[in-house]
């Protein structure tokens, strides 16, 4: 696994583009003024030092993995420094997400996949103004991201504990319409493909779906083959790390891969 892993991010870095082979005015203004954007923002700051802070804390949790490749529930105790360091995403991918929310000017975020919260805290800063609904999986990890957004004073986050097959059709029932949604967790073929399904009635030409670890397994991969070629899509971003998929209506179907 780690060598395909490996390989296809080879072959990815060697086959991506950068902004100026982009000729997609869209995506090209994406690509300039969002993608590579890595100026230092006020918001990061006090969110950086708050992962900080989690990678000193060696307290332990039971985690409860509902996903990644079983069907079973897995227990383990982990110290919350060893998960701030293994799990949660680099400063560069989370702040490039939270440059993407901001873009989007959603007024509902959905997040699947919490774990200490440092991502949700990201969207929380960049959109102050829109509903930031989190599910996690693991009880004891979820309080954990909790007390950190009490911690950084956030307001519009909505986190939600439990399996996530159970929590999302409920949670896209309640909303009008999706407007950002990020995937997260659960890396298996047929629960992505269920949750890019169960999305689709509710997207709309501005909506922005995220999907995490594209190039994670061989399910992974061909469940971003199938969410490509789905007929209502009609942009993708594929930046090995995560895939973005547009529905913008009007415009020819074209695959992007960039280099970040």
Request: proline share 4%; glycine share 8%; with cysteine.
């Given at each position: 696994m780690v060598f395909n892993f490996i390989r296809d991010y080879l072959k990815h870095r060697f086959t991506a583009k950068s902004r100026?082979?982009?000729?997609?005015?869209f995506v090209y203004k994406l690509t300039d003024e969002v993608i590579y954007d890595f100026n230092s923002k006020t918001d990061y700051k006090s969110i950086e030092a708050q992962?900080?802070?989690?990678?000193?804390?060696?307290?332990?949790?039971?985690v409860t993995d509902l996903?990644?490749?079983?069907?079973?529930n897995k227990n383990r105790t982990r110290q919350v420094k060893?998960?701030?360091?293994?799990?949660?995403?680099?400063?560069?991918?989370?702040?490039?997400?939270?440059?993407l929310a901001k873009e989007s000017h959603p007024s509902?975020?959905?997040?699947?996949?919490?774990?200490?919260?440092?991502?949700?805290?990201?969207f929380s800063k960049a959109c102050p103004d829109a509903d930031v609904i989190t599910v996690e999986g693991c009880p004891e990890t979820a309080k954990v991201a909790h007390r950190n957004f009490q911690e950084l004073g956030l307001d519009n986050v909505e986190l939600q504990v439990g399996n996530f097959d159970v929590l999302l059709p409920a949670i896209i029932a309640g909303q009008e319409k999706l407007d950002f949604v990020y995937i997260d967790g659960n890396h298996r073929k047929d629960a992505t493909l269920n949750?890019?399904?169960?999305?689709?009635?509710?997207?709309?030409?501005?909506?922005?779906l995220i999907f995490d670890d594209i190039y994670w397994s061989k399910g992974m991969k061909e469940a971003w083959e199938e969410i490509k070629n789905h007929p209502d899509v009609t942009v993708t971003v594929d930046l090995f790390w995560i895939g973005l998929v547009y529905f913008r209506k009007g415009q020819a179907k074209e695959h992007f891969k960039l280099k970040f």
């Open positions: 100026h082979g982009t000729h997609s005015p992962r900080k802070k989690l990678f000193n804390d060696e307290s332990f949790l039971t996903g990644a490749g079983s069907h079973l060893q998960i701030a360091k293994n799990a949660l995403k680099s400063p560069a991918l989370a702040q490039l997400i939270y440059r509902n975020i959905i997040e699947l996949g919490t774990c200490l919260g440092i991502t949700t805290a990201y949750y890019f399904n169960w999305c689709l009635p509710k997207v709309h030409e501005g909506s922005l």
